[in-house]
């Protein structure tokens, strides 16, 4: 039982067609398992300590909202994330037996996504602090301080984060890689179907190369599906719910700022510019 | 690729004697058995060795699914009934002839002896591509190899296709949706009925099926109601040779007139899809209306709005147009007979 489905092409070459699809299956129940160990997790670990930040005296300038997500990231997200779940449903519904016209519905929402991931990419590369959301060395060394208190060995507290947490920017690191996947391949895909877009051109690569483009499309597909219930997951914790709530109004609230991040990697705008004025 | 041979590779053989074994057996073995009726498409199948069942279940031998009965004021015409038992049946000539002459339009007098009605619509698509055994999208592949620049087509679909192009390629098929008929499916969870147009599947729902059975189903019975019994009916078929062809396109017409005006109509056409068409769009732009070459003008041009040809299959556009019109209107030739 592989992970790629194979078939013999009219001119008897062996062929990949697609990925095979009791990786959903796989997918799904990996998914579970992991928000199963995590919930265990977090119930029997205790409170998460952080080191001093070096900046405490800027708590005094923190706002009550601190901004965290522009409206045009705001729209971003949420046009995206529905944009996977119409992905996700018209895709695998029909593998478990709901049957219905998905092609469409999945094209259409396919080109939805892909305009607005091109949207992202702009944005964040112009309009945001692009290296935002990439781990870096102090990323590194805080990620490994807290694996290892985790493991009951010694190690100084973390700093507070940043903008965003490392699991944070690993999970969008993940999520890039099958997001770009399905996209890339998805729009090559295009020219299978009959759409108001494009001519339909079969021929425009051949057997081994569509298989291959297909299995991937279908491999990142299903590794989306864990990937969104972990997503899910994470915005629908109680202890997470005021990030959730800040990528809905844009801000966080000031106590949650002071207590997960510093403000010496990531404050608002005014509260750096105030701080650089003060010489700090 | 298909290569005709002798031998059939090896399967396990059930021939079960009623309706609860024959159900008991396909609950069993699930996807791996393969329902056979009369046998004419699944000896296809397996002697080019493109399908290969683990499992047959012959259903010859359940008497109870084969014959005609009475049913409220209709008939019930059990699913293994030979096309030419209902050919012959003297209450399906007089009440639904329709039905008689779709039926007698299938295939050669020798297969209407052994083809079953539920054999003639539950068959599988002709499309050479698949049958030759080709990784198509309806084999389960990622490619309709009838729907490139160079392929042939001129048999294949102008209305509805989804990635394949394939056509159903049933006679009987529009003569039941134009019935009204009722399809009973049974599985070891208990039966259901749906109507003879909701029994078929387009490649846009289920690529890989032509019609809602699924392991562990069996079509046992045909109902057809007497709400169109002895109406005026219409079938015609057109084919590239006048014995045992499959149909380029057929139309199946039921209908009541209130002098000149069109009371109620039911046209149902095959060969233009994946499935039979019912066109409900046809149908409501005609009723109330006179029945003259007008009416007939506005059901053809309706019923090919949205058809999209292929390479080598345009004549089809026409030819729908001009057997939906014939449908409407009637023709005073006769019509071939075999």
């Not at chain 2, 009965?69 to 008939?75: E, I, M, Q, S, Y």
């Not at chain 2, 159903?168 to 949706?177: F, G, K, Q, R, T």
């Not at chain 2, 029994?199 to 699924?214: A, Q």
């Not at chain 2, 209130?258 to 409501?284: C, M, W, Y």
């Amino acid at each position: 039982m592989g992970i790629v489905e194979w078939a013999t092409s009219p001119w008897g070459q062996s062929v990949p067609i697609h990925v095979s699809f009791y990786l959903l299956w796989v997918s799904a129940i990996a998914g579970l398992l992991f928000l199963i160990g995590h919930a265990i997790w977090l119930r029997f670990s205790g409170p998460e300590e952080y080191e001093e930040s070096a900046r405490a005296n800027a708590a005094a300038l923190v706002p009550d909202k601190v901004p965290r997500h522009s409206l045009a990231a705001r729209l971003f997200h949420w046009i995206m994330a529905a944009a996977m779940l119409v992905l996700l449903f018209t895709a695998f519904l029909p593998k478990v037996g709901v049957e219905f016209p998905w092609v469409t519905y999945h094209w259409v929402a396919g080109l939805v996504l892909s305009a607005s991931i091109v949207f992202h990419v702009v944005h964040a590369s112009f309009w945001l602090d692009f290296w935002s959301i990439w781990p870096d060395r102090a990323d590194s060394e805080d990620g490994l301080r807290r694996l290892r208190r985790s493991l009951g060995l010694s190690a100084p507290p973390p700093r507070r984060f940043a903008k965003y947490p490392l699991e944070n920017k690993m999970y969008h690191g993940v999520i890039v890689l099958a997001g770009l996947s399905v996209m890339g391949t998805g729009l090559l895909m295009m020219f299978r179907v009959r759409t108001p877009f494009l001519t339909r051109n079969p021929y425009l690569f051949g057997d081994m190369t569509w298989g291959w483009m297909y299995f991937l499309h279908g491999l990142a597909g299903v590794g989306l599906i864990a990937l969104i219930m972990v997503h899910i997951y994470f915005a629908i914790r109680p202890e997470k719910l005021v990030i959730t709530k800040s990528m809905i109004f844009g801000t966080l609230d000031r106590d949650y700022y002071l207590s997960h991040h510093d403000p010496a990697r990531w404050g608002p705008e005014e509260t750096a510019t105030e701080e650089a004025a003060a010489g700090d | 690729m298909a290569i005709i041979r002798d031998i059939m590779p090896a399967f396990e053989l059930f021939q079960p004697a009623n309706t609860d074994d024959a159900l008991a057996l396909v609950a069993k073995h699930g996807k791996d058995a393969w329902v056979m009726a009369g046998g004419l498409d699944t000896f296809d199948w397996l002697k080019d060795r493109i399908k290969r069942p683990k499992v047959v279940v012959d259903l010859s031998q359940v008497k109870e699914l084969a014959g005609i009965r009475p049913w409220n004021g209709g008939l019930e015409i059990g699913a293994m009934t030979t096309l030419t038992d209902v050919v012959r049946h003297p209450v399906v000539r007089e009440k639904f002839s329709i039905l008689a002459t779709g039926a007698e339009a299938a295939a050669s007098p020798q297969i209407r002896n052994q083809g079953t009605l539920g054999g003639n619509v539950s068959q599988d698509a002709r499309c050479w591509y698949y049958r030759g055994g080709w990784n198509c999208y309806r084999a389960g592949g990622n490619t309709c190899y009838a729907d490139t620049p160079t392929a042939i087509n001129r048999e294949h679909a102008i209305l509805n296709a989804d990635r394949c192009v394939a056509v159903n390629p049933s006679d009987s098929a529009p003569a039941l949706i134009a019935l009204d008929a009722q399809m009973v499916i049974r599985s070891s969870k208990g039966e259901r009925v749906l109507n003879a147009e909701d029994y078929f599947v387009g490649p846009d729902i289920d690529i890989m099926h032509m019609n809602v059975l699924r392991p562990g189903d069996l079509l046992t019975a045909i109902r057809i109601p007497a709400a169109w019994a002895g109406t005026h009916f219409y079938f015609e078929k057109v084919r590239d040779r006048n014995v045992w062809d499959f149909p380029l396109v057929n139309v199946a017409s039921a209908a009541v007139f209130s002098g000149d005006r069109i009371e109620r109509i039911r046209i149902a056409v095959n060969g233009v899809a994946a499935r039979p068409l019912r066109l409900k769009q046809v149908e409501d732009a005609v009723t109330g209306k006179p029945r003259n070459e007008a009416t007939a003008q506005l059901g053809g041009h309706l019923a090919i709005q949205g058809a999209e040809p292929l390479r080598y299959n345009g004549y089809k556009v026409p030819l729908l147009r001009n057997l939906v019109k014939r449908a409407i209107r009637g023709v005073e030739e006769p019509k071939w007979v075999s």
